[in-house]
């Protein structure tokens, strides 16, 4: 979520409010509904104080009905929210138009939208990459500075062997056509380069590029899908990079879906007019949400096989990668770890083993469009210290920044923008917390004939439960909490609601967040949370715990049964 809707006014989930999947059925809309009516009506209440916070809870949850319940209504309502339903927030609307008209019709907008914003926006990127050589460190050739006792103090030379810097505008014409501009300056040469990319159809787009300087490079290439799991590329390019005479090179390459997230390809390509600088590759490549493989073998002038092997870590936000080639003129490993330290910044640093280059640190940081890359050359052969320091140093540097630094600053971040959404919604979460208190006081009764019912039948009893911050909460767990914990402000006691949502013996809650389900409200807006949740079943103690979002059934006879040690 980014900072601008971060520090939007909360609206009601109507969804939430009937405690409801955004996939109810017209029946199960009107069963929700009439069963809050029988706690929040008005009508059922005689203490005057009773009825007030009756009628306010009581017009809450008609309205939630009225929208859902309407077809047209709640199509607006899924596509755009509450802002949707005001008058002058959806003019396009004709009462006239069916559900699905109308959700493609404001799909149409958005794609309207979209293109007036493609039309406004340029994409710039920037690369600045600074060769260092660092190899007299590891091998050191000058002495310097020697004292008078013809001892020496050694002073390792490291110099930027070379500088590059390249820039590249996208700039979307329509949403079929791109152009992009791009320029390339270094400390021996630079270029000028420009290509322009159309979508032919869904299936395929054909792309043209030109560059300049340094030579000249003429080249095309198209994309098909030729059938639903097979695709195939063919580029083609003219270049003269000393000679003064065009070279045509060429490429050919077809592949295929091999399973639901496993790719094949084979590709033939090389100098149009000269066979033995021509080569043949086969790669195949696995992509999962945990791991991504890739396996790649090479016949021709320079035969050699290498493989990738990638390890996600979907939430630390991290990277693993391992790389080895095996060639018959050079051999490569290479391995490395990337991390994304916050929304627009990305750090990297890999280690590359080379035959041929030596032992080579790779430090990398993205900031935003801009990447900047520290290619630090250690030495010219393949010798253990450099390899040793290549990959703890930075390991080590990680952790002493991490902790020192970055931490303390990401930190202080959340903790702004969590101010700055509790500000924005003060008012709102006043008037909140105010509407679920006077709705567990509603409650009172209907919770007491459940839980009558429900213990006849040796059901469904919710003991107690607890919703607020996620850390002090698994921390104190319930068998820690006591009566004391009820006067934490990002701690609430939600017993009483969750017992009336029970039904037959079984409480449901659904894919969104709880702080809008009836008797709740948001205790520490901002802040990660959970749902904790002591019931009894069947004479049997039970214990689960779910974060805000997460979908819960219960009883779990089998899964959520708490284990009580047996004495010896």
């Given amino acids: 979520m980014d900072s601008d809707s971060k520090t939007d006014i909360l609206e009601d989930d109507y969804y939430s409010v009937l405690n409801l999947p955004k996939s109810a059925s017209p029946e199960e809309i ?316 990305t750090f990297a640093a890999t280690v590359q083993i080379d035959t041929i280059n030596g032992v080579t640190l790779k430090i990398k940081f993205i900031r935003a469009s801009h990447t900047y890359i520290f290619p630090i050359l250690l030495s010219h052969d393949v010798i253990t210290p450099p390899i040793f320091y290549a990959t703890f140093v930075p390991i080590v540097s990680w952790f002493v920044a991490k902790n020192v630094i970055l931490d303390p600053i990401m930190k202080d971040y959340k903790n702004r923008e969590i101010n700055k959404q509790r500000e924005v919604n003060k008012k709102r979460m006043v008037e909140l917390r105010q509407e679920a208190l006077a709705a567990i006081n509603l409650m009172m009764a209907t919770m007491e004939r459940i839980v009558r019912e429900e213990t006849i039948k040796s059901g469904l009893i919710i003991v107690f439960a607890k919703y607020g911050n996620a850390d002090l909460i698994n921390q104190s767990g319930l068998s820690s909490f006591d009566e004391s914990d009820t006067l934490q402000p990002n701690i609430i006691d939600v017993t009483v609601p969750l017992q009336c949502l029970v039904k037959d013996s079984q409480l449901i809650l659904h894919t969104t967040t709880k702080c809008q389900l009836p008797g709740f409200y948001d205790p520490c807006i901002g802040e990660d949370k959970v749902l904790t949740i002591q019931y009894t079943y069947r004479d049997q103690n039970y214990e689960v715990t779910i974060n805000d979002n997460e979908p819960l059934r219960i009883p779990r006879p089998h899964s959520h049964l708490v284990r009580t040690s047996t004495p010896s």
């Avoid at 809050?36 to 203490?47: A, E, N, T």
């Fill in 30 to 345: 009107t069963f929700a509904y009439r069963r809050l009516s029988k706690i929040y009506h008005p009508d059922k209440h005689v203490d005057e104080k009773k009825k007030k916070d009756a009628e306010i809870l009581f017009n809450k949850t008609q309205k939630a009905y009225e929208v859902l319940k309407d077809p047209h209504q709640r199509a607006i309502y899924d596509c755009v929210g509450v802002k949707g339903l005001k008058t002058e927030g959806w003019e396009i609307v004709h009462r006239t138009k069916t559900p699905q008209e109308i959700r493609e019709e404001y799909e149409a907008l958005a794609r309207d939208r979209e293109e007036r914003m493609l039309r406004l926006r340029t994409n710039a990127r920037g690369v600045f990459t600074a060769q260092i050589d660092a190899t007299d460190i590891f091998e050191p050739n000058q002495y310097l500075d020697y004292d008078e006792d013809d001892s020496y103090i050694y002073i390792p030379n490291i110099e930027v062997s070379s500088m590059s810097m390249s820039m590249s505008t996208e700039a979307p014409i329509t949403l079929r056509d791109t152009i992009v501009l791009s320029g390339n300056l270094s400390s021996r040469s630079g270029s000028v380069s420009s290509s322009y990319k159309r979508l032919l159809s869904t299936n395929g787009w054909v792309k043209y590029d030109l560059t300049a300087g340094n030579g000249l490079h003429v080249g095309a290439k198209i994309f098909k899908m030729i059938t639903k799991t097979v695709f195939g590329t063919i580029e083609g390019s003219l270049n003269d990079l000393t000679s003064g005479s065009l070279r045509p090179v060429g490429r050919i390459l077809l592949g295929t879906s091999l399973g639901a997230r496993t790719t094949g390809c084979i590709s033939l390509g090389g100098r149009v007019s000269s066979f033995k600088h021509t080569s043949l590759s086969t790669e195949i490549e696995h992509n999962t949400e945990r791991s991504y493989c890739m396996c790649k073998l090479e016949i021709g002038l320079a035969p050699a096989i290498s493989m990738l092997y990638t390890w996600k870590f979907i939430e630390q936000d991290l990277l693993l990668r391992i790389y080895a080639k095996a060639g018959a003129l050079n051999s490569r490993l290479e391995y490395g770890v990337e991390k994304k330290v916050s929304k627009l910044n």
